[in-house]
């Protein structure tokens, strides 16, 4: 039941969930290191694969050597990840506590790109069968869109249901003329490499590597000479830059690029080896349905390895770099991609925070971690979302920063920005902002002493959720230090405290409110405890200390159902997660 106004003496301690700091939990997990010495490190994925096409997963550090554009780079790491091992997990999975800029788990993204142009219509069927098989062996955490090119666009978006894109490939019919003249070839070649090109960029600073599947019959290669019918000037010749340019694109995303040939042109095929080669590609037919080219995509990128080095002070020039990556165990064929683009020194630092909230790429040399909380604001149709942003290093100290909200569109509809003055040493930064119901990104943006730069991402939908006649705001986790103090992330601590708000209740009008904890969204609670109430001004607090010290490290999901007697209750969920310390 709501108390009296006067209980808010009772929680006096309590401050409202959003006007709170969130301690700064030391992350323990292995990590390659962001920086070293205040240089930003450069990370380099790459494949490692044995003669029978399996994954080399034991890598030693010592048995792979770099070279940038000829001079010879000591590795600071070598780390394998596994894509495939979290995979039956999948189902249990629950939604992050805070976006990061730092992946805790890897996941394969995989795009099906088919050129449609290509290949004439009835041809369809053996790649639609090949391509069953593939999506029957996706692990539950695999990502799979489809492209087709160059006039489809994007038929499916990055996501699980394999079955989406099997509805949508169903529909993919080959769009070859039964004739075509040089140029007519030429003329949709370049349209096709102007369409990867675009692909590629698009996912430039991708958080995972990307392997793209490119289904092509054929692709001329380049002609600097101009070709002439009946006194008309050819405007399709291919010139050697339209294939660089898509080298260079797929570098900067670090995209793998496999190119498989349904059906084999004689002579129409040398565009193919020249994209394999401007990319770092590997050319294969598609073969049969059991064993073909996406089963072995599959069997190939199941693992890799992440290596990270700093480059030499002159290689900090902005400009694409050869790559040349060697490993000493005998029987070992590497993947990587030819030329690496480094920033300038600075070139990140270069542009500050408040810059960065409108750019879409992930900067990684500042570990950083974010969360967002919608609660009401009094007298504001508009929901209000407090930031809460920290860098993952302890030590860490911030000399700038900056929070928005990119609305679906990709535009920023709200930011805050600090400076070094506004920022307190060892504490993260909150932010207040008012925005419409909906969906938005919330990026956080902050540079440190050590002239680092990063941003991290966390998705939200603005909304205070109804309860009859309450409303609810989001669940916000913390810790009682004096007063109310939000965390992020938990380890040793043996309680923490769950917090939220109520709107619209009147003294003495019997509200139920009960947290419970459980390791799936919908799973049997591990504990649960009633919440107690409090007056805050115009509004109730509602609060209950969790238990955690007996849980072991993970992901586990807090429920908090709320209502009031006699009406409908609604449930407001927050992950909390625990690490070992």
Do not use: W
């Not at 639609?128 to 869109?145: V, Y």
């Not at 030329?339 to 630092?349: K, S």
């Not at 941003?455 to 909304?463: F, M, Q, R």
């Amino acid at each position: 039941m709501f108390p009296a106004a006067s209980a808010s003496r009772v929680c006096a301690t309590l401050l409202a969930a959003f006007a709170i700091v969130i301690g700064s939990g030391l992350v323990t997990q292995a990590q390659p290191p962001a920086s070293k010495g205040g240089v930003g490190l450069v990370t380099l994925d790459f494949l490692a694969l044995g003669r029978d096409g399996q994954p080399i997963a034991d890598l030693k550090p010592e048995e792979v050597s770099l070279k940038i554009g000829g001079r010879a780079r000591p590795l600071t790491s070598v780390n394998p990840i596994d894509v495939t091992a979290a995979g039956p997990a999948a189902a249990a999975s629950l939604p992050p506590p805070f976006g990061s800029n730092v992946a805790t788990q890897e996941s394969r993204a995989i795009v099906l790109v088919v050129d449609d142009d290509s290949f004439r219509v009835g041809t369809e069927r053996a790649l639609r069968e090949a391509a069953d098989t593939f999506l029957d062996n996706l692990a539950p955490t695999d990502r799979i869109a489809l492209v087709t090119m160059p006039y489809g666009g994007t038929r499916v978006s990055l996501t699980t249901e394999q079955e989406a894109v099997r509805k949508s490939l169903a529909g993919v019919i080959g769009q070859a003329p039964l004739r075509e003249t040089a140029e007519d070839t030429a003329c949709r070649s370049r349209r096709t490499l102007e369409s990867l090109r675009g692909l590629f960029d698009g996912f430039a600073g991708s958080p995972v590597p990307v392997t793209v599947a490119f289904v092509s019959a054929s692709m001329s290669g380049p002609n600097e000479q101009v070709i002439r019918q009946e006194q008309r000037v050819a405007t399709c010749a291919l010139l050697p830059d339209n294939f660089n340019q898509v080298g260079a694109a797929a570098a900067a995303a670090g995209a793998r690029l496999y190119i498989i040939e349904p059906v084999g042109i004689a002579n129409q095929v040398v565009g193919l080896e020249h994209l394999a080669g401007v990319t770092g590609g590997v050319r294969m037919h598609l073969g049969g349905t059991d064993e073909n080219a996406f089963t072995r995509i599959l069997r190939e990128t199941a693992s890799f390895y992440r290596a990270t080095f700093e480059p030499e002070p002159s290689q900090r020039n902005g400009n694409a770099h050869r790559v040349e990556l060697r490993v000493s165990r005998p029987d070992v064929t590497v993947r990587v991609r030819p030329t690496l683009r480094i920033d300038r020194a600075g070139g990140t630092a270069a542009a500050t925070p408040k810059d960065l909230l409108r750019q879409s790429a992930v900067v990684r040399d500042l570990p950083l971690r974010v969360a967002g909380f919608p609660s009401r604001e009094s007298g504001q149709k508009n929901v209000k979302i407090v930031a809460l942003g920290e860098p993952l290093e302890a030590s860490a100290v911030l000399t700038s920063a900056a929070a928005g909200l990119v609305d679906a569109n990709g535009k920023l509809v709200a930011q805050a920005v600090f400076e070094a003055a506004d920022l307190k040493p060892g504490q993260p930064v909150m932010a207040a902002m008012l925005a419409a119901p909906g969906a938005y990104r919330l990026r956080f943006a902050a540079t440190d002493s050590a002239g680092r730069t990063g941003t991290a991402d966390y998705d939200l939908e603005a909304e205070v959720r109804q309860a009859g006649s309450l409303q609810l705001s989001g669940l916000v986790l913390g810790l009682s230090r004096g007063g109310f103090v939000a965390r992020l992330q938990f380890g040793k601590e043996p309680v923490a405290i769950a917090y939220l708000e109520l709107y619209g209740g009147k003294p003495g009008q019997p509200v139920s409110a009960v947290f419970e904890v459980a390791r799936t969204l919908n799973g049997p609670p591990i504990v649960s405890m009633p919440g107690t109430m409090a007056a805050v001004g115009d509004r109730y607090s509602v609060t209950a200390p969790i238990p955690i010290g007996n849980l072991s490290p993970g992901d586990y999901i807090v429920r908090a159902i709320v209502g009031a007697v006699g009406e409908p209750a609604t449930r407001v969920e927050r992950t909390l997660r625990k690490v070992i310390e």
